[in-house]
């Protein structure tokens, strides 16, 4: 079997040495590369030949790429940097590295033209002031074959073991059986569905009921497919942290079966979670695992590729066997897995680690969108833009002082549209031009500081500093499809500050090209419904295949009540607080167990817990916080015991609205006190008006569809077995009317409305 690879690839893999050194300098874009690069080659003489294909072989190794330029009068072979700042501190092992992939070339180069010796330039192009630095040696061709052979005799080990490894794994995962001794009522549908997406190679939205095994109906099929359509990676990706445990539980299912192929299986976390020194800065001056990290990698990559199942938890011990950094060895790891576990923002992200591997590395790639209607959310998050006043103020305060000028002007431009705001809140078309100026001059002019200063700056102006990088990038993409608002805020002294916000509102448009850049991606939740809400807002391709799989649960299962005698309607809500409390405390006295009880807010939710602590003190209660930690929030589910009695207090569409397994008698029925409307406030009435423009359904996109989506996600912890029994109630008149009970689950039988004496 032959293997190809870049030689960048190559040299990345075989020659990076030293520290790891994370030390923030700006370093141009991709256009300021690509500008830069023309720049040299136009400066060149007439015979100059740009982006040379080059390709040599070394025994079934195929090492090929694109030399930057090559001057036939000169014999000279160049790799341009372009670059920013002082080059003297350019770290010695980023030169080194440099030099192996010119040298690299320069090999091919001579394979190609038959040639005794060449000249090999290291051209640094410093695309501020646009002046070259020219490094130039000479090396014979008996110089440069052992070092290209070495290098690819390095990487041809690991290549060889590699190929082994994916024979083994397509092998293996062909022949794989389910893992279960059977279906459950759905999940066959659900898996030949996505059997058919990635042989056909389209996205599939899939609205699959809660309790079906979604995990496992939708990786199980994927990796059947590895062999026969050639998959290089399988990316699971997951809105929240229960998610990628029910994926690492479903993968380790898989893995423990008879007949499991030898997967490797990567979970990824957040750097500030898999960060053991948060104290120290990321390299080798200040951290012990950022020092020597490259020379002690390949040990540590080598043990970890052993493992098939690479958790937080396996891949924190192997890294600190081997003295490296957990997390930049799972940004290695993601290379050589074949399931990656993560969260949305390593694929979704503009600068999504897993997106950009898969494109650079030209992977073929299926991905898996776990609670896929938190995409939309999600999305908007990712490509939106903040800044606030407060921060700016603390930052002029203690920069530096040839930053104090440009931060001024910001201050200044900032004010001025803050002065001309009547209310609290406005929203514009699009961010004033002036401002926009102020902003980046003031981004480029910290940009330039720091190329002077790379020893760096304090925490809070670097952390302003990447919001305006991130402002600048949104602002530049701004379109219909984003708004553009000032929040401001009293503080003491009468004094006014505010908040910009460049806000996506509809992020179609950067998460559509996602779904299409891979061989299939299949979007899967509960509740994916009315589908023209998801597909306008996710920008599903045309050709995406949509499903509805039935529910394995029978009507008489669940027991749905409409409460339409209490409105949750704020201006009601004072008065629906011993009404509900009597609903709860009747419920819980005919059968007593465990419940949820959901509301719209913190506020409410004591309000009730309070007040049915006071009258009802024998019914044991326990309440969601907020921004509780995961230790708390397991605390708060492992209330729920099987044969235990008591009532959990949650806000709707928070940790506990989804996403948690509590089957049996660890649940037996849940409140839900509310539509789950969206706040009704100036920001979500712009966000109204935008999508009645671009949809005509503006209340609909805004409240009413995430609304009831929420409702349906929590009343679906209630039954996850086809043994379970419980009760949901639906507390609110408005659960009664017809476009309402339209999006509820079609195999819900709902109980004749339950009427209740108190208003």
């Not at 898989?254 to 990567?266: E, M, T």
């Not at 199942?309 to 799972?330: T, W």
């Not at 931060?407 to 009547?422: K, M, P, S, T």
């Not at 599903?540 to 509805?548: F, G, K, R």
Request: with cysteine; proline share 5%.
């Amino acid at each position: 079997m032959s293997y190809s690879i870049a030689v960048r690839a190559l040299c990345e893999f075989t020659a990076k040495a030293g520290d790891l050194d994370l030390r923030f300098t700006p370093s141009p874009t991709a256009l300021e590369g690509i500008v830069g690069h023309r720049t040299v080659a136009s400066r060149r003489s007439e015979g100059y030949q740009s982006e040379v294909a080059l390709e040599g072989l070394y025994r079934n190794l195929t090492v090929k790429g694109r030399a930057d330029g090559y001057d036939p009068a000169q014999n000279c072979l160049e790799e341009v940097k372009t670059y920013r700042g002082d080059l003297s501190k350019q770290p010695a092992n980023h030169r080194q590295l440099h030099w192996a992939q010119a040298k690299i070339y320069g090999w091919l180069m001579c394979c190609k033209l038959e040639l005794a010796q060449i000249n090999l330039a290291l051209v640094y192009f410093d695309i501020a002031s646009e002046k070259e630095t020219c490094l130039v040696e000479t090396f014979s061709a008996a110089q440069l074959q052992p070092f290209f052979e070495l290098h690819c005799a390095l990487f041809l080990n690991w290549a060889e073991q590699e190929m082994v490894h994916r024979e083994g794994r397509n092998r293996a995962a062909q022949a794989l059986a389910f893992p279960h001794a059977d279906f459950r009522p759905g999940q066959r549908h659900l898996a030949e569905s996505v059997f058919k997406a990635v042989s056909t190679g389209r996205c599939l939205m899939a609205q699959a009921p809660t309790g079906i095994g979604k995990t496992v109906g939708t990786l199980f099929p994927m990796l059947k497919a590895l062999a026969p359509q050639q998959l290089d990676k399988v990316f699971f990706l997951t809105a929240k942290t229960p998610g990628r445990k029910l994926a690492l539980d479903a993968a380790q299912v898989i893995l423990k079966s008879a007949d499991a192929p030898p997967l490797r299986v990567l979970e990824m976390i957040a750097r500030d979670k898999a960060c053991e020194h948060p104290d120290k800065a990321c390299h080798g001056e200040s951290c012990p695992l950022a020092q020597g990290f490259y020379d002690r990698l390949p040990a540590a990559r080598q043990a970890a590729s052993e493992v098939n199942l690479l958790d937080q938890d396996a891949l924190r011990r192997i890294a600190l066997d081997h003295g490296v950094c957990p997390y930049y060895l799972s940004q290695e790891m993601a290379r050589w897995v074949d399931v990656v576990v993560a969260d949305y923002n390593y694929y979704f992200d503009f600068s999504a680690l897993l997106f950009g591997l898969a494109q650079a590395n030209q992977w073929k790639v299926a991905v898996l969108v776990d609670e896929a209607h938190n995409l939309v959310e999600r999305g908007r998050q990712m490509y939106s833009a903040s800044l606030d006043q407060a921060t700016l103020n603390a930052v002029r305060k203690t920069a530096p002082e040839p930053l104090k000028k440009p931060l001024q002007r910001v201050n200044r431009e900032w004010n001025a549209l803050h002065d001309q705001q009547q209310g609290t809140y406005q929203a514009y078309d699009k961010a004033p031009e002036k401002l926009l100026q102020a902003l980046s001059s003031c981004s480029a002019s910290i940009g330039d500081y720091l190329n002077d200063h790379p020893q760096g700056l304090d925490s809070t102006l670097q952390g302003f500093y990447f919001d305006l990088l991130q402002f600048g990038r949104v602002a530049e993409l701004f379109d219909e499809h984003f708004l553009f608002d000032i929040s401001k805020r009293e503080l003491e002294r009468k004094r006014q500050l505010s908040q910009l916000c460049l806000r996506n509102v509809v992020p179609a448009r950067f998460i559509g090209p996602r779904l299409t850049a891979a061989r299939s991606t299949v979007l899967f939740s509960a509740t994916l419904s009315p589908r023209h809400y998801y597909a306008d807002l996710l920008g599903t391709p045309a050709n995406t295949v949509c499903i509805d799989v039935e529910s394995p649960f029978d009507a008489d299962q669940l027991q749905v009540h409409i409460v339409s005698r209490i409105s949750t309607r704020f201006a009601h809500r004072q008065a629906s607080v011993a009404p509900i409390v009597e609903l709860i405390a009747n419920q819980f006295s005919q059968r007593p167990g465990n419940y949820l009880a959901f509301f719209s807010s913190f506020d409410y939710l004591q309000q009730v817990s309070q007040s049915l602590a006071e009258r009802y003190p024998g019914i044991n209660l326990w309440s969601q916080s907020r921004g509780m930690a995961e230790a708390q929030r397991q605390e708060f589910l492992d209330r729920f015991t099987e044969g235990g009695e008591g009532i959990g207090f949650a806000v709707l569409g928070g940790a506990f609205g989804e996403g948690i397994d509590l089957p049996g008698a660890r649940l037996i029925g849940a409140f839900i006190a509310t539509l789950g409307l969206a706040q009704f406030n100036p920001v979500n009435e712009q966000m109204k008006g935008r999508m009645a423009a671009i949809f005509g359904a503006g209340y609909d996109y805004t409240y009413l569809f995430p609304g009831v989506q929420k409702v349906v996600q929590a009343a679906g912890r209630v039954i996850r077995t086809q043994q379970d029994q419980g009760v949901v109630m639906l507390i609110d008149d408005r659960f009664g009317e017809s476009k309402v009970r339209q999006l509820l689950p079609r195999w819900w039988s709902i109980e004749p409305t339950l009427f209740h004496s108190a208003r």
